[in-house]
């Protein structure tokens, strides 16, 4: 372990936000070899405020020589989505892998719709796991090349027919290849020194080239804290965070949005000069953040296991944080389970004015609409059905247009429908509603 200064300012003077041991005692880490502990000690994973700019990270930390081996042996056995749908002889599962892909799904609709994909450009993308975004791209013409660290490396070739992804850490990437665009998502705050990495990525670049930066926002927690503040994520950002370290790394700032499984701020920005920090002390609003969530997630929490009323847990979100709107879907979805289709509709369209920032695909905006359409066509509301239909279409991602699936379905790795009934995706009752109201159209 090593005590680290502030990766952004230089800075030394923080203030601690989050002081707990929540991995060694959620995995029991006495087990041996387990780096969490030092000679028998806890190391205790303390996040920290920089009281200069505001950045949130982890101090003190694994030194890289223990990162790498954190990654090697204990990192995939931790934080590979699970489920009972193991897969033979293969190390992820039908969940895990449908993840990747709808979060490759997600990001190829997102690049399209801001007009940066164009046949025959170079892409990489940092951290790609499967490499599902890779072969995504190289399908719809893009020189596509990808850079894994893990073993999940070695299944691009297999499940996807790429042989593009270079199986070393990014640092050690030596490529001629110059990119016109460099994706790295859900990868950033996983790395010890994020602006050399932005500094590399510049390097990799054309002139006019761009990067995709998704990282989760601290002020968007979308699971428990001490899981959200996760021992691999060695820094947190902000909005405010992260553009410090575009400034700092040579970019200039095109765009901004949440969007994704996690939610998590998408980050534009352009090769460019490089600009001052802006330096802000975000120690006590941070905390006073942490503070409340913990209210009303355990609010949520409570309420789901039938232990608070709803309008007890909705009291707590009111007095906490008003936008957080979780509860309410559910909410929702008891009405609607009950038949009570007025009731569903009214909490659901509530839910639609704030945002969504929870890891289920249930509580995001394409199924919220998917649910809306349903309804009003449970209630003969037509009209409004089909224009909630078509909303949930735009919004859900195009899941059934990767290019892949048939392969997949075929190799036996991967099952679409499990996937989509298993996290909650109306899909199946879309497709049947929307052929119904096609001939109810022929019809009238
Ligand atoms: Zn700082």
């Known amino acids: 372990m090593e005590d680290v200064v502030c990766e952004i300012c230089g800075s030394a003077e923080y203030g601690v936000l989050l002081d707990k041991l929540w991995l060694c005692e ?29 950045l949130v990270y982890i101090n003190p930390r694994m030194t890289d020589e223990e990162t790498i081996k954190f990654y090697e042996s204990q990192y995939r056995e931790i934080y590979t989505a ?73 299944y691009t ?14 640092e050690d990437l030596k490529t001629d290849i110059k990119f016109d665009m460099v994706t790295i998502c859900d990868a950033l705050e996983h790395f010890s020194h994020p602006k050399n990495v932005l500094l590399k990525i510049r390097d990799l670049l054309k002139d006019d080239g761009i990067v995709l930066i998704e990282v989760p926002d ?31 790394g040579g970019f200039e700032f095109l765009h901004f ?18 600009r001052e920090i802006e330096f802000r002390d975000d120690f006590n609003s941070i ?11 355990s609010a949520m929490e409570n309420y789901n296991r039938n232990i608070l009323s709803f309008e007890s847990a909705m009291k707590v979100v009111k007095e906490t944080i008003s936008e957080y709107n979780p509860i309410k879907f559910i909410e929702a979805f008891r009405a609607y389970e009950k038949g009570d289709f007025a009731r569903a509709k009214e909490l659901l369209m509530e839910c639609l004015q704030s945002d969504f920032n929870e890891e289920d695909l249930n509580f995001q905006k394409g199924n919220i609409y998917g649910l809306l359409a349903i309804i009003c066509f449970n209630t003969g509301d037509m009209v409004y059905a089909r224009f909630f239909l078509k909303q949930a279409f735009e919004l ?49």
């Open 157 to 170: 070739n297999e499940l996807f027919g790429v042989d593009t992804i270079f199986r070393v850490p990014f």
């Open 287 to 297: 905390a006073d953040f942490f503070l409340r969530y913990d209210k009303v997630y």
């Open 396 to 444: 859900l991602p195009k899941l059934y247009e990767f290019p892949y699936l048939e392969g997949l379905a075929n190799k036996g790795v991967f099952n679409i429908k499990e996937f989509v009934m298993r996290r909650g995706l109306y899909y199946e009752e879309l497709f049947k509603m929307k052929r119904i109201l096609k001939n109810y159209e022929k019809k009238t």
């Open 257 to 274: 949005e949440y969007g994704g499984y996690c939610m998590n701020m998408r980050v534009v920005a352009r090769k460019g000069k490089f």
């Open 218 to 248: 601290i002020f968007k927690p979308h699971k428990p804290l001490f899981g959200f503040l996760s021992n691999a994520h060695l820094y947190t950002f902000s909005p405010n965070s992260i553009k410090n370290l575009l400034n700092i």
């Open 26 to 54: 959620k995995y029991n880490w006495k087990k041996e070899g387990r780096i969490l502990f030092s000679d028998g000690i806890p190391v205790n994973y303390r996040n920290v405020c920089c009281k200069q700019c505001g």
């Open 82 to 154: 699970k489920d009972e749908t193991k897969i033979d002889n293969l190390p992820f599962t039908n969940v895990h892998l449908g993840l990747e892909i709808y979060n490759a799904v997600v990001r190829y609709d997102f690049l399209k719709r801001l007009g940066y994909l164009k046949k025959g450009i170079n892409t990489l993308d940092i951290g790609s796991s499967f490499g599902a975004l890779p072969a995504y791209l190289k399908e719809r013409g893009c020189n596509a090349y990808g850079v894994e660290l893990s073993q999940f490396a070695d």
